[in-house]
């Protein structure tokens, strides 16, 4: 069983930065993602990021509306990732889940594992 931890949301002005935490407890394993969605109001949830990991080595993905503003990023010692969102929009005014295990790039989102979301509000 793993838990995922959130924090992080919060208001900020068309513009600006906030950075979501999702700490992770309990046995992951090999062969591991992590990552974020988020759910706009009346709108489906979408993938954002994620990171993946194994033997090969790492590498993330990103939706790419938010591809050279936001970046994902891993703390091993803490099983914490975060996401860093810069240049942030209107547009990107949801609820972000933390997600972990198998995360599919699928409308809607999927995975073994998720938060309970954080609140993201940005202004103009």
């Known amino acids: 069983q793993v838990q995922l931890v959130e924090s992080g949301g919060g208001l900020v002005q068309a513009g600006g930065s906030l950075r979501l935490s999702c700490a992770a407890s309990?046995?992951?394993?090999?062969?591991?993602?992590m990552g974020w969605f988020r759910q706009a109001p009346g709108k489906e949830r979408e993938f954002v990021a994620k990171?993946?990991?194994?033997?090969?080595?790492?590498?993330?993905t990103y939706l790419d509306s938010v591809k050279g503003r936001f970046s994902i990023s891993m703390d091993s010692a803490k099983n914490t990732v975060y996401l860093q969102m810069n240049s942030l929009q209107p547009e990107d005014t949801g609820v972000y889940y933390c997600?972990?295990?198998?995360?599919?790039?699928?409308?809607?989102?999927?995975?073994?594992?998720w938060g309970q979301g954080t609140q993201v509000t940005v202004s103009s």
């Open positions: 309990g046995r992951t394993g090999s062969n591991y993602d």
């Open positions: 990171i993946s990991w194994s033997w090969k080595g790492g590498s993330t």
């Open positions: 997600a972990a295990g198998r995360v599919a790039v699928i409308p809607g989102g999927r995975a073994d594992y």
